[in-house]
């Protein structure tokens, strides 16, 4: 199995996506331990394609392939999001050439992004980025290195007053300015339902002042969590099942 840090590796395995495309084709377990053994030359026990559907054994790389064959789908149906650009190149099914030619840069310099897991290109090179490999919001920022510069501004938006604070969102994240909007002001009103806690009754307080300061720590994971609920409402992890 790849090391948890292989920025080559497939996104890990959507368990309950991976369950939920089996059941709609009307196949067992079984059935899809004997595809997957096929696809792979070697045997594959049932009860393993349930402990990948209940989460309790991350499958190797070939397994997503050979499970995405047996579900008639492609890996990246069956996979959480991309943290990486190398990661985003596997999910979208491109070779490093293509990728390179897609956007307008050498095969060189895009193999030292994916290494770096760093993207400084020109504003039309990354509009080619977004449009190719379209990476989950989350992983375009890190990879623009800007995760730093988004935590600081989230918090000063949500401890003083947000509005002017979309502007200055919206040239860090790519997404629609009105969402961006949505999410914040949702940002706003979550931080100051716990800051105006902490007047209350000592227990009451502490709690909220710690709940406050938690949600301060870790106010980009609050973002990220408000827009995906925002983009794919009915969806689990990032995207929807086909």
Not at 79 to 105: F, K, P, Y
Not at 163 to 176: A, E, F, H
């Amino acid at each position: 199995m790849p090391p948890a840090d292989d920025p080559y590796a497939l996104p890990p395995l959507a368990p309950a996506r991976a369950a939920a495309i089996r059941r709609q084709l009307g196949l067992t377990t079984g059935q899809v331990a004997w595809a997957v053994a096929a696809y792979c030359g070697s045997p594959v026990h049932p009860d393993l394609v349930h402990a990948w559907e209940a989460g309790t054994i991350a499958p190797e790389n070939d397994h997503v392939k050979a499970l995405a064959a047996a579900l008639w789908c492609s890996p990246a149906d069956l996979v959480g999001e991309a943290a990486t650009l190398a990661q985003c190149r596997t999910v979208a099914g491109l070779t490093v050439n293509e990728t390179a030619a897609a956007l307008g840069i050498t095969r060189g310099q895009w193999e030292q992004a994916e290494r770096r897991n760093h993207w400084r290109g020109t504003p039309a090179q990354t509009q080619a980025l977004l449009r190719t490999l379209c990476p989950p919001p989350p992983c375009f920022v890190a990879a623009c290195g800007k995760s730093a510069q988004l935590r600081v501004l989230l918090r000063e938006a949500v401890t003083t007053w947000w509005p002017p604070y979309v502007g200055p969102l919206t040239r860090i994240v790519p997404l629609d300015p009105a969402l961006l909007h949505h999410a914040l002001e949702r940002l706003h009103r979550a931080y100051q339902h716990w800051e105006g806690a902490t007047g209350g009754p000592a227990h009451q307080a502490a709690r909220a002042e710690a709940r406050a300061a938690d949600f301060l720590e870790h106010i980009d994971r609050h973002l990220w969590q408000h827009l995906r609920e925002a983009l794919n409402p009915a969806d689990d992890p990032s995207r929807p099942t086909p």
